[in-house]
């Protein structure tokens, strides 16, 4: 089989503060494909780089008293010694700021220029006369313009949710300097991104690059329209590349990121002896990107344009993934959820949020959650109690007598392990790694039945036995081992620890296909310990009571609204329906509902044929405008809140007989309202 070739990116992290475990969900996911897809023999490079230019960067260096290329290169040197801590491995790690980042995005900028997708067009914006420099929305505040709540941000009101321009604010201040700012005409610069409809349709529907759910979402929110000019530049004073046909002028940060990616590349391939053109501008190199639901937008509408136009290759696939929540809320650092990766180093090992990640990882756009018993639960009942059990119940009998010569008749256990190789290597290709970890935890299931019947600490007092002692230590050791290989791309340090201890290092998928015999065996060392629940609430109180000391001057500091950050804007997208009273809400008949089926409608562009439940023999078919949220699998088995007394309706696809309640605004941002356990179907909503 031809090994393939493979470039793969992170997102950028930006250097205006520190790595947090939120952000860690992305390159834990990136890593583990990338050390699986080494593993079983692909040549694969994985560049990231800091993100470094921007208005918040020249704001940050300025109150520090530094210089914009001294605060980047401290943030780079703490995100590059937080990856490192994860044992997150980049095969070349660059910066935005970098010579090579400069030319590409010039090359990038002729391309478009020369294709006429530029067009220049003045932008009116406040300005701070004191900083002397214009004014993103986040550095304005002032009274809101519809309820007058004093003190609000530049784009929406978080009293009533209102939006505006930073301009119609009543009484605008800058963050700044405090000073009145004043409106004024800058020229800003636009790629004509609409000149591009037609191929983008074309790259969304037809390339297989991007998730369904997500392909669904581009085709219905911005695809079904002219799509609009992107400004991709902003005035002096500003840290970036100034545009060279356009003195004053910066290219704006979300222009020069992407392009980061190619020129980390260069900087690899400049130490590597590589071309750059084998990488970037052709076939027979697969690109794959791995990014956050947050910067969708970015990179499948403007970053396969420009790529398009500048005539380099386009992602073979564009992975994205959804956020993290810590116990079922957004991450906070008033409660302390938003926990450094460095604070999470000093306190547990960082094997366990990796395996902890992998065993919530999917394909599909799903936000995680953390929640410190089922972490605790985890790691000491699969890690501990299952694979590294193994090992430290045969290792120490193992050290005074070695592996057997030959390979013990173990009942098939090797064997059907390693038939499930294919199973597994298929579930981490496909980014399912959840799936690959319970394939895993099923082998380790079956092992350690074996050993408990074994009784090898039993066999270890009669010196009769000391063959059957060996043969079952043999047989253990194997089993671990085997477990190890599968587990090496999410834990690779246990995986170290395997090859110490077998005086075999752990190095290619095949090593689980054929066991060990007729070797020593190292002396055993523990390998992981035990995570106590205390452990995690200890950490996420040393954070809270850091972000308290560190907020105490600001009034909002603590204050119980801070816990949750809630938007006003759903609220202001949507204002409250007309009063109603309680006999026209009975009216309504709200049931629990069981999806017992569900399935796609081919010829439907946002809809899903589900079959319901109300608990006995009653059925409803529903169709629900959920396709681009939920897969069909997802929801089978789901109890959900249907309106059960709805008016049939016959649609083109069949007869609609009810409606399932959800929430958000649409797209995959819709949200099929569940129930706690307990609820049974057939119940009434009250």
């Known amino acids: 089989m031809t090994a393939r070739r493979i470039l793969v990116t992170s997102a950028l992290p930006y250097a205006n503060g520190p790595i947090h475990i939120g952000h860690l969900v992305e390159y834990i996911q990136t890593d583990i494909w990338v050390r699986f897809q080494k593993l079983i023999g692909n040549r694969c490079v994985y560049v990231c780089a800091d993100d470094t230019h921007g208005t918040a960067i020249m704001i940050r260096a300025r109150n520090e008293g530094r210089s914009e290329e001294e605060l980047i290169a ?22 935005t700021n970098a010579a090579e980042n400069r030319e590409l995005c010039g090359q990038f900028w002729q391309a478009l220029r020369g294709a006429g997708l530029i067009v220049e067009r003045d932008v009116e914006q406040l300005f701070d006369p004191v900083a002397q420099t214009f004014l993103a929305d986040r ?52 790629v004509q991104l609409q000149q591009l409809h037609d191929f983008l349709s074309e790259w969304v529907e037809n390339s297989g690059a991007l998730q369904s759910e997500t392909a669904n979402y581009l085709k219905g929110h911005f695809l079904s329209d002219e799509l609009r000019d992107w400004d991709i530049s902003r005035p002096a004073p500003y840290f970036g590349f100034e545009i060279p046909d356009s003195p004053g002028n910066y290219w704006y940060v979300w222009f020069d990121a992407p392009i980061g990616y190619i020129a980390s590349t260069a900087q690899w391939c400049a130490a590597h002896g590589e071309q750059l053109a084998d990488w970037w501008q052709s076939d027979a190199t697969e690109i794959h990107h791995f990014i956050g639901k947050d910067i969708t937008y970015f990179h499948t509408l403007f970053w396969p344009g420009m790529l398009k136009t500048a005539g380099y290759s386009l992602p073979t696939k564009v992975r994205i993934h959804g956020f993290l929540n810590v116990g079922g809320q957004k991450m906070s650092k008033s409660i302390g959820t938003l926990i450094t990766a460095e604070k999470y180093l000093e306190h547990l090992d960082p094997s366990y949020l990796r395996y902890f990640y992998a065993t919530k990882l999917t394909p599909r756009v799903e936000d995680l959650d953390l929640g410190i018993d089922e972490f605790a639960d985890k790691v000491n009942s ?17 050290h005074a007598l070695g592996l057997s010569e030959t390979y013990p008749d173990d009942g098939g256990l090797f064997a059907n392990a390693a038939a499930a190789g294919e199973r597994i290597a298929a579930a981490y290709e496909a980014c399912d790694y959840s799936r690959a970890m319970r394939l895993i935890m099923e082998l380790a299931d079956a092992a350690n039945p074996f050993i408990e019947h074994a009784q090898p600490w039993v066999l270890k007092k009669d010196p009769a036995r000391e063959a059957e002692l060996r043969d079952v230590c043999t047989i253990g050791l194997n089993l671990f081992r085997q477990l190890c290989v599968y587990l090496s791309p999410v834990l690779p340090r246990l995986a170290e620890r395997c090859g110490e201890l077998l005086g075999d290092p752990i190095t290619r998928w095949a090593q689980s296909q054929q066991p060990l015999t007729g070797r020593s065996v190292q002396k055993f060392t523990h390998m992981l310990t035990r995570v106590k629940p205390e452990d995690l609430q ?149």
């Open 74 to 95: 401290a943030m780079q040197a703490a995100h590059e010694r937080d990856f490192a801590g994860f044992d997150i491995e980049f095969d070349n790690y660059g910066s």
């Open 139 to 190: 550095f304005v505040r002032g009274t809101c313009p519809k309820c007058k709540s004093p003190n609000q941000p530049g784009d929406n009101c978080s009293a009533c949710g209102q939006t505006y321009s930073p301009s119609e604010l009543i009484d605008p201040q800058s963050t700044l300097s405090g000073a009145t700012p004043e409106l004024r005409s800058a020229k800003h610069l636009f």
């Open 382 to 398: 699969d890690l501990v109690g299952k694979v590294v059990n193994l090992a430290s119940r045969t290792a120490k009998f193992a």
């Open 538 to 686: 200890k950490m996420i109180d040393e954070n809270r009571d850091q972000a308290a000391a560190s907020q105490a001057d600001t009034p909002d500091a603590g204050t119980a609204e801070d816990r949750w950050n809630d938007s006003g804007q759903p609220l202001a997208d949507e204002p409250l329906a007309e009063e109603i009273t309680i006999d026209d809400f009975a009216k309504v008949d709200l049931r629990i509902a069981r999806v017992v089926a569900a399935e796609q409608v081919p010829e439907a562009r946002k809809l899903l044929k589900l079959t319901l439940s109300l608990g006995g023999e009653e059925r409803r078919q529903v169709f629900a405008g959920i396709k681009a949220a939920y897969e069909p699998d997802q929801l089978v088995g789901r109890l959900v809140v249907m309106v059960a007394n709805l008016k049939p309706r016959q649609m083109k696809f069949g007869l609609s007989e009810g409606m399932v309640a959800a929430a958000g605004p649409g797209g995959p941002d819709v949200f099929v309202i569940t129930v706690d356990e307990g609820a049974q179907p057939g119940q009434r909503v009250h």
